[in-house]
Nanobody
Framework: QVQLVESGGGLVQPGGSLRLSCAAS????????MRWYRQAPGKERGMVAA????????NYADSVKGRFTISRDNTKNTVYLQMNSLKPEDTAVYYC?????????????WGQGTQVTVSS
């Protein structure tokens, strides 16, 4: 069965750093693009960062450029989100997403999310 398990969330002060991890299993991780989304109360879920299957391309929301870095380790089936210079507006539930194709079928997998709270 497919699993995406996020970890690393928690409470951090403004200006602090946090690293999120997403461990994947049950599919061919190296063939999938990976993305991080976040959703704050009362707001729609939006993409934060994305990375291609071979890690040759990354993309970021304007609000996090220069502060967040997405990376992946295909030998460990894990994608990371390094978050620096955190702001209160970064507070949200962060979700890991995998998108790809296997056996000619498009797949879109989601983790359960991890809470990030930025507050003094």
């Amino acid at each position: 069965q497919v699993q995406l398990v996020e970890s690393g969330g928690g409470l951090v002060q403004p200006g602090g750093s946090l690293r999120l991890s997403c461990a994947a299993s049950g599919f061919t991780f190296s063939s999938y693009a990976m993305r991080w989304y976040r959703q704050a109360p009362g707001k729609e879920r939006g993409m934060v960062a994305a990375i291609s299957s071979a890690a040759g391309s990354t993309n970021y929301a304007d609000s996090v450029k220069g502060r967040f870095t997405i990376s992946r380790d295909n030998t460990k089936n894990t994608v990371y989100l390094q978050m620096n210079s955190l702001k209160p507006e970064d507070t949200a539930v962060y979700y890991c997403n995998a998108a790809g194709v296997e056996q000619f079928r498009r797949n879109d997998y989601w983790g359960q999310g991890t809470q990030v709270t930025v507050s003094s």
